[in-house]
């Protein structure tokens, strides 16, 4: 029998992170867009060892400058972060290290699979902040008022009723909680999946303003991606 890393190699899988287009018509990855700039994927992602290939894929940390990334979240030692559709928890050790020992890394994700590995992964790492926690498709199970930052990434275009969603987010946060969203910019890129899906900047501004947020950042450190870190808006006085 063919080994399963072989086999994934011969399927044209194992080529480099999110760089082969194969990867974005993932077997048994119904990607139920009909196309339009609202549209949402829903690949699935219970395969652990094709997507630890494809998400830690080393040749990622050129583009994905994962230092950078979390340095420009500006978290503080102690504070509690979110990374919402956390996947194989490519960025845990970076946000642990970002929050320090009093802090707490919330690994969130609706794949139980990737829940167990990121547990596994947080023993094998000695990442003692960090918490998979498992969330259903429209509940992130992050406890009320507790997160000073929601890190999104890549995963935004996943969630249906996006509106009806990051509002209910503003639930989960802090008093001064804010919520990065890291996203494939809408062109033709080197890297990144294909197909209709990818939410273009402007989008994803309108949906979190129609949500009540409001853009106060958005730090220039990734090419392909847009970054942008938002907040509550000021909740409009009662007449
Ligand atoms: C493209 S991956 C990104 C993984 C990770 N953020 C990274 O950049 O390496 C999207 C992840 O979002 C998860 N996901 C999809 N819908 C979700 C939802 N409604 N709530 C939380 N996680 C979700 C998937 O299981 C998958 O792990």
């Keep these: 029998m063919m080994p399963r890393v072989l086999a994934l190699a011969a399927a044209g899988l194992l080529c480099g992170a999110f760089a ?11 990607d139920a867009s009909a196309g339009g ?33 979390v340095a420009a979240l500006g978290l503080s030692a102690g504070a509690t972060v979110a990374d919402l559709g956390a996947g194989t928890g490519y960025l845990a050790p970076y946000l642990s290290r970002a929050v320090g020992p009093d802090g707490t890394v919330l690994l969130v994700d609706t794949e139980p ?40 990434v890549d995963t935004f ?19 001064g909680g804010r919520i990065a969203i890291i996203d494939w910019q809408k062109r033709e890129l080197p890297v990144g999946p294909k197909g209709p899906h990818k939410l273009a900047r402007a989008h994803i501004v309108t949906e ?28 409009p006085p009662v007449p």
């Design 157 to 175: 275009h996943h969630i249906n009723d996006r509106v009806t969603y990051a509002r209910g987010l503003r639930e989960t946060l802090r008093p």
């Design 113 to 152: 699979t990737l829940i167990e590995h990121m547990r596994s992964r947080a023993e094998a790492e000695g990442l003692r902040n960090a918490t998979p926690v498992l969330a259903s498709a429209n509940n992130p199970r992050i406890p009320r008022g507790s997160a000073d930052l929601v890190l999104i």
């Design 20 to 30: 082969c287009s194969s990867l974005a018509q993932e077997p048994g990855a119904a």
């Design 37 to 69: 700039h609202g549209a949402t994927s829903n690949r699935t992602f219970e395969d652990v060892q094709h997507w630890t290939a494809v998400f830690d894929d080393p040749n990622r940390d050129a583009w994905q400058k994962p230092a950078e990334l």
């Design 208 to 235: 979190m303003k129609q949500a009540g947020y409001e853009i106060v950042e958005e730090p220039d450190v990734l090419p392909y991606q847009y970054f942008l870190i938002f907040r509550p808006a000021p909740t």
